[in-house]
């Protein structure tokens, strides 16, 4: 009981120090990755979007750059040409026959009485020109910005302006508006109305589709309606993960998202995708920790188990030592004068050394066994035969042990290919087996039969009977059952094991039937000779 419980202790340290060096240690890095995983996806997030936003911005900033262009281009324009009207008409008019975002120009005094709007030479709709009184109606609204303009200028920057003005269909578009000296000194108002749509659709969205490339869809969306203006890829109402207002056309936004999947998507799906990575690599360890522990105490109790094997061994070749001595020396000393009693010690002398016999003739089979070199002489057998030598040879044993043994043999058997001696041992082991564990009642039944293809012979005892749960393993070498007699019982742990092998090598096999505080059945089942088959 002390060698079960340091056992049991043994197993608890070698569990508590797995769990100490290797399980503590993953779910504290677990939750360190975790952690860490958590912040880096949050991280990744933001770079994306601000990536997103530098793309926003840098198309935001493209716009404004080519409008800022056309106005140095108008500007050059009036500074260094002092041509008649007439010639700087057909400027203007070839200049907005290039820039298809540009719906119209006007030029006025600084009072916005004397007006003059340039069209570009394509047909466009009358509706949607604009009339002088319109624009001359909208700069005086604009009075305080054109003044501001006027000032600025004079202070050396030129400044752009975005008013909005209606025309005559009532549509408001953009119109930027700057002041030009033009060379002979005067200053002038110059309007540029913006076709958004059409600068959109034209100019920025070839921006836009160099932009987005392979790994983002953008779309120009209206404010009011949501309705896309321009769109680089497919995209629908609501796509777009990031929005920013267009510089040029507050009544616009510009959106944006990645191509096939959204941030939150990208980064929920590599947040998962490492968590499971991580969760595996703890599945793993775990089982490569539950995989260590199992096989060091299956190791410890096999170590425990040779332990108590070689002091059952000791103990077992002992006892017979110890009597054949004893009785030995008082036949030598010539103590015992009764012919009889003679005869008595004669016969503990003899069943004694059969009994070292058996028990050495144990080891080294399993020795050989476990060394591979165990070999069998198979020949035709007879299984009634070899069942009827073993009694008739064990019947002293048995009947100093105070065993009846009662038979059902089958004189009809089938021939096997056996090893004569080989099942005779298998079958003297497991009878000494079923005598070890039957204190109470002391019988034996002992039968041969016949079941399809093969013979077989039945042990049955009324011993102590064997607990479910520990009959798969009375055949593993040096185990032995855990009960109240295993103490006070003598063995080796080594006979059943013996017998599963001597069966195995035979295509034979043994199987038990066990009832606690009934009794035990074992079968051994041996295929019947191929000749004899029917």
Request: glycine share 6%; hydrophobic share 40%; charged share 25%.
């Amino acid at each position: 009981m002390l060698e079960k419980i340091g056992t049991i202790g043994a197993k608890g340290k070698l569990a508590s120090v797995l769990v100490l060096l290797v399980i503590l240690p993953a779910m504290f890095y677990s939750i360190y990755e975790f952690t860490t995983l958590t912040r880096s996806e949050a991280l990744i997030g933001d770079i994306y979007r601000q990536q997103l936003d530098v793309v926003l911005f840098s198309l935001n900033q493209y716009a404004w750059d080519i409008a800022n262009s056309w106005t140095n281009s108008i500007n050059d324009d009036l500074v260094s040409h002092t041509t008649s009207q007439k010639a700087l008409s057909s400027l203007f008019v070839r200049f907005l026959d290039e820039n298809a975002g540009i719906r119209c120009l006007f030029l006025t005094d600084r009072s916005g009485t004397d007006i003059e709007v340039f069209y570009p030479g394509i047909r466009i709709n009358p509706r949607a020109q604009f009339t002088t009184n319109e624009i001359a109606a909208t700069l005086r609204r604009q009075a305080d910005a054109v003044e501001r303009l006027f000032r600025l200028q004079a202070s050396g920057y030129r400044k752009i302006d975005p008013i909005f003005i209606k025309d005559k269909a009532g549509e408001t578009s953009l119109a930027l508006v700057f002041v030009s000296v033009r060379r002979n000194g005067t200053h002038q108002v110059v309007g540029m109305v913006i076709d958004a749509e059409g600068f959109i659709r034209d100019v920025l969205g070839r921006k836009m589709d160099e932009a987005a490339g392979d790994n983002f869809l953008l779309s120009v969306n209206r404010k009011n309606s949501a309705q896309i203006v321009y769109a680089t890829g497919e995209m629908s109402q609501g796509d777009a993960r990031q929005t920013k207002d267009l510089w040029l056309f507050p009544d616009y936004t510009i959106g944006i998202r990645l191509r096939g999947q959204t941030i939150d998507e990208v980064v929920r799906a590599r947040f998962y995708r490492n968590l499971v990575l991580i969760g595996l690599l703890n599945v793993v360890l775990i089982a490569g920790v539950w995989v260590v522990y199992r096989t060091v105490r299956h190791e410890m109790e096999l170590a425990q188990l040779k332990s108590d094997f070689v002091s059952n061994v000791s103990h077992e070749i002992k006892t017979p030592l110890a009597l054949i001595r004893m009785f030995g020396e008082t036949l030598q000393l010539k103590r015992v004068r009764s012919e009889a009693k003679k005869q008595e010690y004669y016969d503990t002398i003899v069943q004694e050394t059969e009994r070292l016999t058996r028990l050495i003739n144990n080891i080294l089979n399993f020795s050989r066994m476990e060394a591979g070199k165990k070999e069998y002489h198979f020949e035709p057998a007879d299984l009634n035969t070899i069942v009827r030598d073993v009694l008739k040879n064990y019947s002293t044993h048995l009947e100093n042990e105070g065993f009846t043994v009662s038979t059902r043999i089958d004189g009809r058997l089938p021939m096997v290919d056996a090893d004569g001696g080989a099942i005779a041992e298998a079958l003297l082991n497991v009878i000494d087996n079923s005598i070890k564990y039957s204190h109470q009642k002391k019988h034996l039944n002992i039968s041969t039969g016949r079941e399809r293809t093969t013979v077989y012979v039945d042990v049955e005892d009324r011993g102590i009977g064997i607990d479910p749960l520990q009959q798969k393993r009375i055949f593993e070498k040096f185990y032995r059952v855990s009960s109240g007699l295993v103490q006070e019982t003598k063995g080796t742990g080594l006979g059943l094991t013996l017998v599963k092998h001597i069966l195995d090598a035979h295509k034979g096999t043994v199987t038990l039937r066990s009832e606690m505080g009934k009794g035990s059945t074992f079968r051994l089942s041996f295929p019947i000779h191929s000749n004899e088959q029917t």
